[in-house]
């Protein structure tokens, strides 16, 4: 039972405009990818150990079926990310992204801090690259970055809501149901 709205294609569409997602920043992304995706492959072997040894969710990623799920599903999520198309799987991705770390259940500042130490890693190493990233490819990267974190962050908050709600409805059928009981004896 979802009770949240989902943004619209054209909310979605204002969205990317206000955070100056535009044609020129998508091209640039999109030839950076296979940069991209290597620095996040780099960056990803020592993102665990930061979040292994933080005391809120270590217990998760000491488990290292855990750990190299995660890798892979942040590897992916880069690959669709980076590809700049923003249709339909790719926001279907970000809301599923959203529900799966609603499921955890952990505080929101576990995500859009691994997202900040990725993009914050990706770019440390485009920079210290041979061809190093320029101020326009590091702009193109946060933009497309702070904007795909909005979107899950968003999604967790939604998910956490129409859990939320749920749990309120299940509450009150339980009350209405004593309640009758209560009538009826």
């Given at each position: 039972?979802?009770l949240?709205?989902?943004?619209?294609p054209?909310?979605l569409?204002?969205?990317?405009?206000?955070?100056?997602?535009?044609a020129?920043?998508?091209?640039?992304?999109q030839?950076?990818?296979?940069?991209?995706?290597?620095?996040?492959?780099e960056?990803?072997?020592?993102?665990f150990?930061?979040?292994?040894?933080?005391?809120?969710?270590?217990?998760?990623?000491?488990?290292?079926?855990?750990?190299?799920?995660?890798?892979?599903?942040?590897?992916?999520?880069?690959?669709?990310v980076?590809?700049?198309?923003?249709?339909?799987?790719?926001?279907?991705?970000?809301?599923?992204?959203?529900?799966?770390?609603?499921?955890l259940?952990?505080p929101?500042?576990?995500?859009?801090?691994?997202?900040?130490?990725l993009m914050?890693?990706?770019?440390?190493?485009?920079?210290?690259a041979?061809?190093?990233?320029?101020?326009?490819?590091?702009?193109?990267?946060?933009r497309?970055?702070?904007?795909?974190?909005?979107?899950?962050?968003?999604a967790?908050?939604?998910?956490?809501?129409?859990?939320?709600?749920?749990?309120?409805?299940?509450?009150?059928?339980?009350?209405?149901?004593?309640?009758?009981?209560?009538?009826?004896?």
């Amino acid at each position: 039972m979802t009770l949240s709205k989902s943004p619209t294609p054209e909310h979605l569409e204002l969205q990317r405009e206000f955070f100056r997602i535009d044609a020129a920043t998508v091209a640039r992304i999109q030839r950076l990818k296979p940069r991209i995706m290597g620095y996040a492959a780099e960056t990803l072997e020592t993102l665990f150990d930061h979040l292994t040894s933080n005391p809120e969710v270590g217990d998760y990623f000491e488990i290292s079926d855990n750990t190299r799920y995660l890798r892979d599903g942040m590897l992916a999520h880069c690959e669709l990310v980076f590809s700049a198309r923003f249709d339909k799987k790719y926001y279907e991705a970000v809301d599923q992204m959203g529900l799966r770390h609603s499921k955890l259940d952990y505080p929101s500042h576990a995500y859009s801090s691994a997202y900040a130490n990725l993009m914050a890693g990706i770019m440390r190493h485009g920079l210290e690259a041979d061809r190093k990233l320029d101020a326009e490819d590091l702009s193109a990267i946060t933009r497309i970055s702070i904007y795909d974190m909005e979107l899950t962050i968003a999604a967790f908050f939604r998910h956490q809501l129409d859990k939320q709600a749920a749990l309120y409805a299940d509450t009150e059928k339980v009350r209405d149901m004593m309640a009758d009981r209560r009538l009826a004896s």
